[in-house]
C-alpha cells in the first residue's frame, strides 16, 4: 500500500486543494404556485425554507389586508397545519414539503454538483436563490435545464466560495445577524458579559447601563431590539425542527 507521501496521495490532495467553489445567487421566474402568488401580490415578500417533510412560509406585506386572500390562494394546493402571525409576519408551516409536486428548480439540479441553499425568497414573480457549485460546467447544465422548460433565469452574482459549506448548510451568519445594527450587536455582547443572560441573572439593564455609562433606556431599546431581531430570525429554524421532533414521536 503506498504510504500518504506517495505520488497518489499527493494528486488526490492537490486535486481536492484545487477544486474550486462558486458561490451563484441567481433569480428564475416559472409556472409554480409561489411564484404565482408572488406575481399577483407583487408588494408581498415570501422566504421559503424546507426539510424536505415540510415547508415554513414567512409572509411579509406592508399591506395586512393581503394576508387573507393569500392565505387562501396557499390553501388551495398545500394543506396549512400552523399559522404563526406575529403582527407583522406571518409563518406557514405545511402539511408536506411541495416541491416535488411541480417542476421546480430544485427537480433540476438532480445529478449535478451544485448545492441548493435555503431559504428562497420570493418577490413580484422571481424566486432568488443561492447555490454553491463545484464545477463552471455544472452551472452550464443547471441554466440550460431551466432554459429549456421555458424558465426565465439571470445570474445576479457568481463569486467564489470561500466559507464552510456545512454553516451554509444550516444556519448562516447573515440570516441571522443582517439586520442588527452595530449598537445592537454591542449591548448584545456587553449583556452577555455582565451574565445578563444567566440563570439566575447576574446583573440587570441599569447597572451595565451605569457601568458603560448609557441611558438606561437607550441600552434597553438596543438590547431589546437585538433579542426581537434574533428570536424572528430563528422561529423558521425552529418550527421545522420541532415538527421533526413531533415526526420522531
Known amino acids: ?5 506517495g505520488p497518489y496521495y499527493k494528486c488526490q490532495s492537490c486535486r481536492l486543494r484545487s477544486m474550486p467553489l462558486f458561490e451563484v ?9 409561489t411564484g404565482n402568488i408572488s406575481r399577483r401580490f407583487p408588494t408581498l415578500k415570501m422566504v421559503e425554507w424546507c426539510n424536505l417533510e415540510h415547508d415554513v412560509i414567512e409572509l411579509v406585506t406592508e399591506d395586512v389586508d393581503q394576508y387573507e386572500s393569500v392565505l387562501e390562494q396557499f390553501a388551495e394546493f398545500s394543506h396549512i397545519m400552523e399559522e404563526v402571525d406575529d403582527g407583522n409576519k406571518v409563518h406557514l408551516i405545511t402539511k ?6 411541480y417542476d421546480s428548480v430544485t427537480n433540476q439540479l438532480e445529478g449535478l454538483n451544485i448545492l ?4 428562497v425568497t420570493y418577490e413580484n414573480g422571481w424566486e432568488y436563490r443561492r447555490v ?4 463552471h460546467e455544472d452551472v452550464k447544465k443547471l441554466l440550460k435545464r431551466l ?3 421555458d424558465f426565465e433565469v439571470e445570474i445576479l452574482r457568481k463569486i467564489p466560495f470561500n466559507g464552510s459549506i ?6 448562516t451568519v447573515d440570516s441571522l445577524f443582517a439586520d442588527l445594527t452595530e449598537k445592537q450587536i454591542d449591548a448584545l455582547l456587553t449583556a452577555y458579559i455582565y451574565g445578563y443572560f444567566n440563570f439566575p441573572r447576574k446583573s440587570n439593564v441599569q447597572t451595565i447601563a451605569a457601568d458603560n455609562q448609557v441611558p438606561r433606556t437607550t441600552f434597553s431599546e438596543h438590547l431589546n431590539k437585538a433579542e426581537s431581531k434574533l428570536v424572528k430570525a430563528l422561529v423558521p429554524h425552529i418550527q421545522l425542527f420541532r415538527q421533526a421532533l413531533k415526526n420522531k414521536t
Open 1 to 5: 500500500m503506498p504510504s500518504y507521501d
Open 25 to 33: 445567487f441567481l433569480k428564475v421566474r416559472h409556472d409554480c404556485p
Open 96 to 101: 408536506k414539503c411541495d416541491i416535488g409536486s
Open 116 to 119: 441548493d441553499l435555503p431559504p
Open 132 to 135: 454553491i457549485a463545484f464545477k
Open 147 to 149: 432554459k429549456a422548460r
Open 166 to 171: 456545512a454553516g451554509s448548510l444550516t444556519l
